[in-house]
Every structure is written in C-alpha cells, then in structure tokens.
C-alpha cells in the first residue's frame, strides 16, 4: 500500500510512477486536497526528458473505492499522454490520472490541444473564418484537479494573425454569471477583462486576454503609488449592487459570522492534514469566536479575493480580476485580504516583504482617509487575520517548500493580529512525514 507521505514526496512519487509504468524524471507535488479517511487528491508537474506535464494521483483510504473510480475513468476512454498512458492503477489505492484526462473535466483535451480548437471554439469565429490548428497556442496558466483550469489562448484565424483569450473550464457552471459581474463592474467604470463567450454547458468562460503586470511585480519595483491603487478600489467598492442579485452570481452576505465559518472549517482540514498544527489552530479559532467584530459597517460591492495578483496594471491602468469572489460586506474584508497578503510574503517570500508591506498600509492608510465609511481598526485586524488564514492553508494545499513550518508562522502572525499582547506560539520545526 502507498502511503500518503509518499505520494507526497516528489523523489518517492516519481519511483512508484515509474514502476507503474510512467516515463517521468521527476514528479514535483503542487496541491493537494485531503478528505480524512476517505479520499485525497495530489496534483503534480511532471518532468520528462523533452518538458514536463501536469498528473494528479486520486488516493482512497477504501480501495473498494478506488477501484470503482479507475473502472469509471476506464470506460471514458482515457487518452494516452506524452509520459505514457493516461491512466493508471499504481496500487489498489492509488488512481493516477495524466494530462489532460481529468474525472471530472472531462473535455479538458478539446481546449488543451490547439488542433481541437478549430472545433471547440469555432462559434467564436465569423461564418468564413477559420481557426488554424498549427498557429494556435495553448499556454495552462492555472490546473487545479477536478475542479479547473485557466488557459491563454493565442487564437489565430485564416483572417487574424492573433488574438489573446483567457480561457477558464470549470465543473461549475458559472460561466454566465461571472460574465454579469464582469459586465457590470464594466458599465461602473470599472475595468476587468471583457467576456467574450460562455461554452461547454455554461461552464467555459472566455474572456479578452489583458496583457498587464500584476501589482505584486509593478510593487516590486517601485513604479506605482499607494494613492492610485486606493483610489481604484475606492471606485469599485462605490458601484451600486447588482440589479437581479438573484441571476448575478455573486454572494450577498459576506458578514464576520459567514468568515468565521469558513476560516473554522479550513482550520478543522487543516489540522486533519497535519496534526502537528492542531494546537495552535484551534487556540486560534478559540479566538476568533471571541472577538468577532460587530456587524455595523457601511456594505459595499466586494472584490472578495483580494490581492497584489488579482490587481494588473496595464498602461498605468489598473484592473481586478479573477470575480468569482464578488460579494457584498464590510471593506474590512477586502482591506483585511489585501494587507493579509501583503503580510504573508515577509513569511513566504522575505526578500519581497518590506515594499510590499509599507505599499498595501500606504493603500490603506489612504483608502481610510478618503473612504466616507468608517473602516473600524479592530474589524481591520480581525479580517487581516481570516486572511492570514487563508494564506496558511493555500500554503499547505500547495505543498510549498517547509510547508508545515511557514503554515505554523503564518497561524502565529493570525494570533498577533487578534491579540497583540499575545506571545508567539513556538513555531514547527519541518518534520520529515505528512
């Protein structure tokens, strides 16, 4: 029986896939998602002798279970891919899928493959004109497992040379309702990539393709100020709600209560995945409970996910992307998020903190002053500490370097932001098993 350990374990992976049959030099683990006692997924770069590729393992505690999920992905027809067969049986737990067959994106090759195109995105073209297959490209920005992915699409055309497209396949069928957000915000003055088409049963969404730089990089060098940023959040938190909130697909009820139970429930998988992170996550959701902020702030339209990735700057322009977030609360949140982020990269990434930091309190700072709605100082710590949770736990999905280490730092930056009077829980040391 493979353990989970090992599947966890690049150099480990990469010999059980290989015995299986696999001609892979290195399996690098990306992501994971743990259901205890039942099934976990683990997503993988693949490297091989001429590139590399993307796999996920399926792991299931029942191999009943597994063996039910094989014969199902069998019956699809699986695709053989550049390392060897699109699926295979590693163990009587182990399923291990290899790009692109996916269980449940199950037409993922009809927007991977550049010659599929020519079928799968022909609506988008006018009646005599023609996708060409060979001056296609398709670049995989973004692959989570059975759940989505985010593609670049460079379509040309016997009549185009070139057109960028953001292409996102999801098992959720969203794709109109994130175009109403986007078309919304739009008509608000609000700039955001401008949707093209919703496909595949409404869940493919193609968007025009921006090519700008994320904050996180513009902010890295030192070219863009606080006051412009601020001012460009301020115009977004000010657009009116959604006229059919209903049909409009975004979350009208981002209150403290609906963090709190989110930030709860990531803890408790959190600490399922890594029981070495159990104390310090419960104390903090302890906490939490006790200092949940009250619920008297002004509402605003949210961005809901908010951070120096999902703002571009283009042209010295500046838009939001990736809405699937969008909700209505406190601006706490989105302050709370932003600052979050900001803050997590002096524990991910040190050399990026200090500008990094002082950029997003300058926006801040600004924001308040300029806001006509209070942003309460308590409220700000407690939503900068949901956010530093989330940050813990996409830490620990995404199986970065020490990952049980900088999750049990990032729990302890939460724990200050609460109660700053608090000492530091002592922080992990990496142990050498999940």
Not at 402 to 413: E, F, I, K, P, Y
Request: hydrophobic share 40%; with cysteine; charged share 20%.
């Amino acid at each position: 029986m493979i353990e989970l350990a090992d599947l966890t374990d690049g150099v480990t992976a990469s010999e059980h896939f290989r015995a299986a049959g696999l001609m892979v030099d290195s399996a690098e683990p990306t992501y994971v998602r743990h259901k205890p006692g039942e099934t976990t997924i683990i997503a993988y770069r693949l490297g091989f002798p001429d590139g590399e590729t993307w796999g996920y393992a399926h792991w299931c505690a029942n191999p009943a279970r597994a063996a039910q999920i094989f014969a199902k992905s069998a019956s699809m027809a699986p695709r053989p891919s550049v390392v060897g067969p699109g699926l295979v049986l590693v163990d009587a737990h182990t399923v291990l899928y290899t790009f692109p067959n996916d269980a449940r994106l199950r037409r993922l090759r009809w927007y991977v493959d550049s010659r599929k195109l020519k079928r799968s995105l022909q609506s988008l073209c006018g009646a005599d004109e023609r996708i060409s297959g060979r001056r296609t490209s398709v670049e995989v920005l973004r692959y989570k497992p059975e759940r989505r992915v985010v593609l670049k699409v460079g379509l040309a055309t016997n009549q185009q040379a070139y057109r960028p497209l953001l292409l996102r396949y999801s098992t959720q069928s969203r794709a109109p309702q994130l175009a109403t957000i986007a078309t919304h915000l739009a008509r608000n003055g609000i700039r955001t990539p401008t949707p093209v088409a919703q496909l595949e049963n409404h869940r493919v969404s193609v968007d025009e393709f921006v090519d700008g730089r994320q904050l996180l990089e513009v902010v890295r060098e030192g070219e863009l100020d606080s006051a412009s940023v601020a001012e460009a959040l301020l115009d977004f938190h000010a657009v009116s709600p959604f006229p059919n909130p209903e049909g409009s697909g975004y979350s009208p009820d981002r209150t403290a209560v609906v963090e709190l139970g989110k930030a709860s429930q990531g803890l408790s998988g959190l600490c399922a995945w890594c029981s070495e992170l159990g104390s310090a996550a419960q104390r903090l959701g302890e906490l939490l409970k006790r200092t949940v902020p009250g619920n008297h702030s002004s509402q605003v339209l949210l961005h809901g996910d908010l951070h120096a990735k999902n703002i571009l700057v283009s042209d010295k322009d500046i838009l939001f992307v990736d809405l699937e977030r969008v909700g209505v609360g406190p601006a706490a949140i989105d302050l709370g998020y932003f600052r979050a982020h900001a803050l997590s990269l002096g524990i991910r990434r040190p050399g990026w903190s200090p500008r990094a930091i002082e950029h997003a309190e300058a926006v801040i700072d600004h924001y308040r002053r300029r806001s006509a709605n209070a942003v309460d100082s308590q409220a700000l710590a407690w939503h900068t500490a949901i956010g530093l949770i989330d940050q813990a736990l996409l830490v620990a999905r995404h199986l970065e370097g020490q990952w049980r280490t900088t999750s049990s730092r990032l729990l302890n930056a939460a724990t200050e932001q609460l109660d700053p009077k608090t000492t530091s829980l002592e922080t992990l040391n990496e142990p050498s098993t999940t």
